[in-house]
């Protein structure tokens, strides 16, 4: 049996449990002090930990795989497999100062002091660009150090940069980009790689499914050719006959970010009644 370790509750959590449900791997996730589940229908078990104990878990082999932030990935430094990136919980770090403080460049902070839950990240990001600073670990509300004299700057997660905002900071460099990533034990065995093998094929699926679309379109048969060019889906259009003497119904799938700029040339190709339709699973 597979132990995959994903988040109690936060930023993770929601995500990584949708992620295995729509890989149609069932497991009771709604009761909140629950640590661990085991599925009723795949062989994993899940472990429902904090995120920055997942990754030393992971090497330890305590759970077989676990899905946490790039960034916590990095900050641990621990020995397990970067898997995949999953497309979620996209965030960055970065460097803000009051938002007074004139700012030149990361030199800015030479001799000064910096807030932050990520000293590695941050002690790698200082040293390449080779300054000294007073590095102050908390791990909590690091937006506040500023304000109450325990820092000049902060080094922190940003998503939309309102909590900094209404701490009367401004993000002047992003150090690091981090999304959602399944990691895996570096040593799995052979029946573990394999139902990890499975558990990815699952995950493509979702993956591919989501950025794709189904498209149905009426469009004169004597266009086909054209709109086919912009849609060729995964092998060929499907194109059945309409009532209508000359016309026909085209079948397609198309990428999420062709989508816009597609639908004008295949409009202006002749076609109408276009109709876009979100797709569950897409195996290739
Ligand atoms: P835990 O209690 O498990 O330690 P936490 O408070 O450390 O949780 P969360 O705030 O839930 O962590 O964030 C988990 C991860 O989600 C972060 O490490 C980061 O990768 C990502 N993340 C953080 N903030 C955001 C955000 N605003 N938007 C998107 N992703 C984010
Ligand atoms: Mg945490």
Redesign the pocket.
């Known amino acids: 049996m597979l132990r995959i370790a994903i988040?109690?509750?936060?930023?993770?959590s929601d995500d990584s449990i949708k992620l295995f449900k729509e890989c149609g791997i069932q497991f009771d996730s709604s009761s909140s002090g629950k640590l661990k589940s085991i599925s009723a229908n795949f062989p994993a078990e899940f472990l429902f930990l904090?995120?920055?104990d997942i990754p030393g878990y992971v090497e330890d082999g305590v759970a077989d795989l676990g899905i946490?932030?790039?960034?916590?990935y990095t900050e641990t430094g621990r020995e397990v497999t970067v898997v995949h990136k999953l497309g979620f919980?996209?965030?960055r770090l970065s460097l803000a100062v009051p938002r007074g403080t004139q700012w030149n460049g990361v030199q800015d902070l030479q001799g000064r002091g910096i807030a932050t839950s990520y000293p590695r990240i941050l002690g790698n990001y200082l040293k390449e660009n080779g300054v000294e600073a007073d590095i102050h670990e908390i791990s909590?509300s690091v937006e506040i150090a500023p304000s109450i004299g325990l820092a000049d700057a902060v080094c922190d997660?940003v998503?939309?940069g309102s909590t900094l905002l209404s701490n009367g900071l401004k993000e002047v460099e992003v150090i690091y980009r981090?999304e959602?990533i399944l990691i895996a034990a570096p040593n799995l065995s052979e029946e573990k790689a394999l139902l990890l093998d499975k558990i990815m094929f699952r995950i493509k699926a979702v993956q591919a499914a989501q950025n794709h679309k189904y498209i149905l379109l009426n469009c004169p048969a004597a266009s086909v050719n054209e709109i086919m060019q912009y849609i060729p889906g995964m092998k060929a259009p499907t194109v059945l006959p309409l009532v209508t003497e000359g016309w026909v119904s085209l079948h397609s799938v198309i990428n999420e970010n062709d989508f816009w700029s597609n639908i004008e040339k295949i409009r202006e190709a002749g076609a109408e009644g276009i109709l876009i339709i979100p797709i569950e699973k897409m195996i290739r």
């Open positions: 988040q109690k509750s936060g930023r993770l904090r995120d920055d946490v932030g790039e960034n916590v919980s996209k965030c909590g997660i998503s939309s981090s959602a």
